[in-house]
């Protein structure tokens, strides 16, 4: 392939992104977004493919070359990304990202079914940290900021920014909650899906906190709420097996 006919699919697949964002615009069908987008991802693949190909020829791309397809990459990723919840953008982000993955490998449901992780605001600036809506200067809640500098253009989208799903069973969190990935704070299980059986008995443990977290080891007298969420969430014991081993221990 000729490095002329290389820019051509550059430019003419630049246009496309561009059209097909000023269509989708008014689309409320996030799936229908999503998709459209990932075939944009899968042409770009084509092309990628074809310019691998060409380097074995000798026909290498210039600075100006790659920074077309920087763009057109920059379009694409911003774009799918941001149809994804914020909890779930910075993982889902690290699947589009990797060029190793092809297109037919991923999924709506596949990148929503990655851990939640903090927030993740697209666009910052003039533009809603949910859904990259213009905040026009009338809007009145373009003066509302978070305490990393994020606008929102609504109420809906704030609480949206904030939403916690339990990544089990896919409900609100309002309570107690915990991380599947405690090192990375990522995995938020609500206090239902992460009740589990007693290692010793086998026994449900009872939701509550103040159930066990006078027997929790250590000094009594500085227990708190978060170290019972920590060592409950690594050693789930029920009182009755708790107060045999402090027997034990005596």
Same mark, same amino acid.
């Not at 079914?113 to 927030?119: G, K, L, Q």
């Not at 666009?123 to 990393?148: H, L, M, Y």
């Given at each position: 392939m000729e490095r002329k006919t290389i820019l051509g699919y550059f430019k003419q697949l630049f246009e496309e992104c561009k059209t097909l964002r000023k269509r989708l615009i008014k689309s409320s069908d996030t799936r229908e977004k999503f998709y459209a987008w990932l075939g944009k991802r899968k042409e770009l693949e084509a092309i990628e493919n074809k310019i691998n190909e060409d380097k074995s020829k000798g026909i290498?791309?210039?600075?100006?070359?790659?920074? %077309?397809?920087?763009?057109?990459?920059?379009?694409?990723?911003?774009?799918?990304?941001?149809?994804?919840?914020?909890?779930?953008? !910075?993982?889902? =982000?690290?699947?589009?990202?990797?060029?190793?993955?092809?297109?037919?490998?991923? *999924?709506?449901?596949?990148?929503?079914?990655?851990?939640?992780?903090?927030?993740?605001?697209?666009?910052? =600036? *003039?533009?809603?940290?949910?859904?990259? !809506?213009?905040?026009?200067?009338?809007?009145?809640?373009?003066?509302?900021?978070?305490?990393?500098?994020?606008?929102?253009?609504? !109420?809906?989208?704030?609480?949206?920014?904030?939403?916690?799903?339990? %990544?089990k069973c896919q409900r609100k969190i309002e309570g107690t909650y915990y991380y599947s990935n405690d090192e990375k704070k990522e995995g938020s299980i609500c206090f239902d899906c992460a009740a589990i059986k007693c290692l010793e008995c086998s026994k449900t443990i009872v939701h509550s906190i103040d159930y066990s977290q006078e027997f929790l080891p250590g000094n009594q007298e500085h227990n708190s709420e978060k170290q019972y969420q920590e060592e409950s969430h690594y050693s789930p014991v029920c009182k009755s097996c708790q107060l045999k081993k402090n027997q034990g221990q005596k």
């Open positions: 290498e791309l210039d600075w100006f070359d790659k920074e %077309d397809l920087r763009k057109i990459v920059k379009i694409i990723y911003s774009e799918l990304v941001q149809l994804i919840p914020p909890r779930k953008r !910075k993982n889902a =982000g690290e699947l589009l990202k990797k060029s190793s993955i092809p297109s037919d490998e991923i *999924n709506w449901e596949r990148l929503n079914a990655v851990p939640s992780a903090e927030p993740l605001a697209i666009v910052q =600036g *003039n533009r809603c940290a949910t859904c990259s !809506k213009e905040i026009k200067f009338w809007n009145i809640f373009n003066k509302q900021k978070d305490d990393k500098d994020n606008q929102f253009c609504s !109420k809906k989208c704030f609480e949206k920014f904030y939403l916690l799903l339990c %990544d």
